[in-house]
């Protein structure tokens, strides 16, 4: 059975290291879709154990009023990963990260693990999801076997820093380093129908590229994109959130193609525009997307 969380919105996830209750007590106040309670990179590596403490109890104990909780976990070449899964589903998260993702079979070596703890503390089957970062030249190269490999999988995600030292490269903060994987990664994803989610802006003094950044991702089609800071929340919210024009628009469009189909009419126009029943999934998404954003109250 497929968790109906897979296809949920997801515009911000936003970093936070597991280990800092300051950080993951409250989260939920500057309303990002998502969390990412964080295990791997933001933790010294003699916290740990620390760490996984800190994240089982805020779990258990915090109402994150909707958002979801997902788990990075430590990577699979060290022995931290699989007490980190358990942890996590023990306390009740809802998706896990894996990190440097270069195989299918990394992520299948994890949905066995999920699938373990499910069982060993009572959780339904499937309900812990599983998203794929891709770090590296092969991880990229290898995005749609990736995103093929299980149906717990809901999307992958870009991670900058690593990509870039893998293909020899420095953070410009113009996006070139990053343009083949995001379109790679984007066409992957739309032909496995997961999510694609764009890497962290770390530079907080320049919001300005940070909103450059993010409007063009949003025109490739990502579903979002990771960050470290709430500042950056308002902005990719409104980035990806429709126009009343767009959904006015989307709107007509579906009422359209209905009424016209039922007539046998397979081309005619909206607003002065040609339309034919390829508008008709994007429209639906639009409109979707706006429902989930909280700016459409119609009956579609």
Same mark, same amino acid.
């Given at each position: 059975?497929?968790?109906?969380?897979?296809?949920?919105?997801?515009? +911000?996830?936003?970093?936070?290291?597991?280990?800092?209750?300051?950080?993951?007590?409250?989260?939920?106040?500057?309303?990002?879709?998502? %969390?990412?309670?964080?295990?791997?990179?933001?933790?010294?590596?003699?916290?740990?154990?620390?760490?996984?403490?800190?994240?089982?109890?805020?779990?258990?104990?915090?109402?994150?009023?909707?958002?979801?909780?997902?788990?990075?976990?430590?990577?699979?070449?060290?022995?931290?990963?699989?007490?980190?899964?358990?942890?996590?589903?023990? @306390?009740?998260?809802?998706? %896990?990260?894996?990190?440097?993702?270069?195989?299918?079979?990394?992520?299948? %070596?994890?949905?066995?693990?999920?699938?373990?703890?499910?069982?060993?503390?009572?959780?339904?089957?499937?309900?812990?999801?599983?998203?794929?970062?891709?770090?590296?030249?092969?991880?990229?190269?290898?995005?749609?076997?990736?995103?093929?490999?299980?149906?717990?999988?809901?999307?992958?995600?870009?991670?900058?820093?690593?990509?870039?030292?893998?293909?020899?490269?420095?953070?410009?903060?113009?996006?070139?380093?990053?343009?083949?994987?995001?379109?790679?990664?984007?066409?992957?994803?739309?032909?496995?129908?997961?999510?694609?989610?764009? +890497?962290?802006? +770390?530079?907080?003094?320049?919001?300005?590229?940070?909103?450059?950044?993010?409007?063009?991702?949003?025109?490739?089609?990502?579903?979002?994109?990771?960050? %470290?800071?709430?500042?950056?929340?308002?902005?990719?919210?409104?980035?990806?959130?429709?126009?009343?024009?767009?959904?006015?628009?989307?709107?007509?469009?579906?009422?359209?193609?209905?009424?016209?189909?039922?007539?046998?009419?397979?081309?005619? +126009?909206?607003?002065?525009?040609?339309?034919?029943?390829?508008?008709?999934? @994007?429209?639906?998404?639009?409109?979707?997307?706006?429902?989930?954003?909280?700016?459409?109250?119609?009956?579609?």
């Amino acid at each position: 059975m497929i968790n109906p969380n897979k296809t949920r919105l997801r515009r +911000t996830m936003m970093f936070l290291n597991a280990q800092k209750p300051s950080l993951i007590k409250d989260p939920y106040i500057y309303q990002p879709d998502s %969390i990412m309670l964080d295990l791997e990179d933001a933790v010294a590596e003699k916290e740990k154990d620390s760490a996984r403490y800190s994240l089982y109890h805020a779990l258990q104990e915090i109402n994150y009023r909707g958002v979801e909780r997902v788990v990075r976990i430590n990577g699979l070449d060290t022995d931290l990963w699989r007490e980190d899964i358990r942890c996590a589903v023990a @306390g009740g998260c809802d998706s %896990i990260r894996i990190p440097k993702t270069e195989y299918a079979k990394d992520v299948k %070596i994890v949905e066995e693990a999920v699938i373990a703890a499910e069982k060993e503390f009572g959780r339904p089957e499937g309900s812990v999801l599983i998203m794929a970062a891709l770090e590296s030249a092969r991880g990229v190269m290898n995005a749609l076997e990736i995103c093929d490999c299980s149906e717990r999988l809901f999307g992958i995600a870009l991670s900058g820093g690593d990509y870039s030292k893998d293909l020899q490269t420095t953070i410009s903060g113009t996006g070139v380093e990053f343009m083949g994987a995001r379109q790679h990664m984007i066409i992957a994803a739309r032909a496995a129908k997961v999510q694609c989610f764009d +890497t962290v802006w +770390t530079n907080l003094d320049d919001m300005d590229g940070f909103r450059r950044e993010t409007e063009m991702i949003h025109s490739m089609g990502f579903d979002g994109k990771s960050i %470290i800071n709430p500042r950056q929340i308002p902005i990719v919210h409104e980035i990806y959130t429709p126009k009343p024009k767009d959904v006015d628009f989307a709107e007509k469009v579906i009422r359209e193609i209905d009424e016209k189909k039922a007539l046998g009419i397979g081309v005619f +126009t909206v607003n002065g525009k040609m339309i034919d029943i390829a508008f008709y999934d @994007g429209a639906k998404r639009t409109i979707a997307l706006a429902k989930a954003s909280g700016v459409y109250k119609g009956d579609l």
